[in-house]
């Protein structure tokens, strides 16, 4: 179930930052790509960070 939720996740934050490259930063891949970048490591340091946290949820 949490590597189901995971896969959603990078889907939607794949999905809202091509959005955001073609409508608001009218084609500037770089803050696509940024915004990529930085989710995934945003979402693995909660990951890191949390580990115990998580664990009594799961």
Do not use: P, R, S
């Not at 409508?23 to 696509?32: E, H, M």
């Not at 580990?51 to 009594?56: F, G, I, S, V």
């Amino acid at each position: 179930m949490f590597i189901t939720q995971m896969l959603y996740f990078f889907i939607l934050l794949i999905v809202v930052a091509c959005i955001n490259t073609l409508f608001i930063w009218q084609g500037n891949f770089y803050f696509g790509i940024g915004l990529i970048v930085f989710g995934i490591f945003h979402i693995l340091f909660k990951f890191i960070t949390k580990k115990e946290q998580l664990k009594k949820i799961l």
